[in-house]
């Protein structure tokens, strides 16, 4: 069973990509969404975050104030460092379980994990195939201000939070260009699920072991 990693920027069109490839029947395994199980009220990563950050991280009802939480450590290179070190690990495990659940169901699937942060924490796990979504960021700053109603600047700073482009196109296998229509980015992600043992058999042989 394949072990595919999909990554790209914010507003990249990644999730279009990854719900594109579930139709085609591959299991997409979230990393956004296995970073909001594993901070789950009573969750030891919760109770690690309030130790590290504070209380006030956490809201009356017992769930994580993502807010609080992103106003705290936004722009701060140590507190994201100290962050990460509490959720990385606990995601790393999460998705090497579902994962193994995958190819136990079944032994000749795909699986893909949609993951953003795959240069800053996962670039090193053996996948088979590296795809990135990929548009230049003036394209994704545009669909952050009118898609998600967030200012120029918001956007800007955003984007300049993550990786440079150059740094996730350095590590693909495949490039999806999600720079023009939708129809353009399924065409694309078609095209690769079609070719994908054979894209597979290529990386094989540049990246040998």
């Known amino acids: 069973m394949p072990l595919v990693a999909l990554t790209g920027g914010i507003a ?5 990509i990854a719900a594109r490839l579930a139709e085609h029947g591959a299991v997409v395994v979230d990393a956004d969404q296995i970073v909001r199980d594993v901070q789950q009220p009573g969750s030891p990563v919760l109770a690690d975050i309030a130790a590290e950050f504070g209380a006030s991280m956490i809201r009356p009802d017992g769930s994580l104030d993502r807010a609080a939480l992103g106003g705290r ?53 053996p996948w088979e195939l590296i795809i990135v979504a990929h548009a230049p960021a ?37 490039v999806i260009d999600t720079a023009g229509s939708i ?14 043992p054979k894209l597979i058999a290529e990386r094989r042989e540049r990246r040998p072991g």
Request: charged residues 35%.
């Open 12 to 16: 990249s069109g990644k999730s279009t």
């Open 73 to 125: 450590v936004f722009g701060d290179d140590a507190a994201v460092k100290r962050l990460n070190a509490i959720v990385h690990p606990a995601v790393r495990l999460e998705s090497a379980r579902r994962f193994a659940k995958a190819f136990a169901d079944d032994a000749d699937g795909v699986v893909v994990y949609d993951v953003p942060l795959l240069v800053e924490a996962r670039v090193d796990d």
């Open 138 to 174: 003036d394209v994704r700053q545009r669909r952050l201000v009118e898609l998600r109603g967030m200012s120029e600047t918001d956007a800007a700073a955003r984007i300049g939070s993550q990786v440079p482009d150059e740094a996730r196109l350095a590590v693909a296998d495949v």
């Open 183 to 196: 129809d353009e980015t399924l065409g694309q992600t078609d095209d690769v699920w079609e070719r994908l």
